[in-house]
């Protein structure tokens, strides 16, 4: 079945660029997504590229997808506080369910 | 706007104790799905929705039920809580017809003693 990995934990100073790392096994996928959740909150789409685009930008936010090695990124430049969070990688195959990762928490000390 | 809403936002059960969990979105979504987030396993999809009068399972769906008879509104009923349903479950919905671009509810915290 499809499985999605991350790391757990990653902390960084402000102002540093953070790289979350995700590694998937559907190969159909249609979308793949970033959701990032602050405490206490539910999940909110940070951004999502289709598989057929190996780079998406928005803002301070980069997204990189390795198709062949089935690897995707998120890089957020001059991070900050406001950063501190979980996120989440997902997959979908236009199917009727996103296959969740475990989640990043990203730490963003000054 | 509000949404996908959800109540309550914490809950506390005894074993065997039933009770629902209520969503709504009031964006005319077709989609709409209920998920639990528990440690280190991300979230889990218990049942879907693809539109009213439509249900149907997903990996987890043991011990909950769901009816879709209007548009805005997908419940999820426990029968008979478990403590192994403590958990914090998300409503999410899609204005696609598949779980695309999911927008999600801020969660109910669920602990069953």
């Known amino acids: 079945g499809e499985d999605v990995e991350q790391s757990l934990f990653l902390s960084v100073r402000e102002g540093d660029s953070s790289v979350i790392n995700c590694t998937y096994t559907?190969?159909?996928?249609?979308?793949l997504y970033w959701y990032k959740q602050e405490p206490g909150a539910g999940l909110q789409l940070l951004t999502y590229?289709?598989?057929?685009?190996d780079m998406k930008q928005d803002q301070r936010l980069t997204v990189l997808l390795n198709k062949k090695d089935k690897h995707l990124s998120l890089r957020i430049a001059d991070t900050q506080t406001g950063d501190s969070a979980i996120y989440f990688c997902?997959?979908?195959?236009?199917?009727?369910?996103?296959?969740f990762g475990t989640g990043t928490q990203l730490k963003v000390e000054l | 706007n509000a949404g996908v809403t959800q109540t309550p936002k914490f809950q506390v059960l005894k074993t065997g104790q039933s009770m629902t969990l209520q969503c709504a979105q009031d964006?005319?979504?077709?989609?709409m799905s209920w998920y639990r987030q528990d440690p280190g396993m991300g979230l889990r999809l218990i049942h879907y929705?693809?539109?009213?009068?439509?249900?149907d399972q997903g990996e987890v769906p043991n011990g909950y039920n769901v009816s879709r008879s209007t548009t805005e509104d997908f419940p999820l009923r426990l029968l008979s809580a478990a403590p192994s349903q403590t958990s914090v479950y998300f409503c999410?919905?899609?204005?696609?017809?598949?779980?695309?671009?999911?927008?999600f509810g801020s969660g109910t915290q669920l602990s069953v003693l």
């Open positions: 999410a919905s899609s204005y696609q017809i598949n779980a695309e671009k999911l927008f």
């Open positions: 559907d190969s159909s996928s249609t979308y």
């Open positions: 590229i289709f598989s057929n685009m």
């Open positions: 997902a997959e979908s195959g236009g199917g009727n369910k996103l296959t």
């Open positions: 964006m005319n979504h077709e989609y």
């Open positions: 929705s693809v539109g009213a009068g439509i249900t």
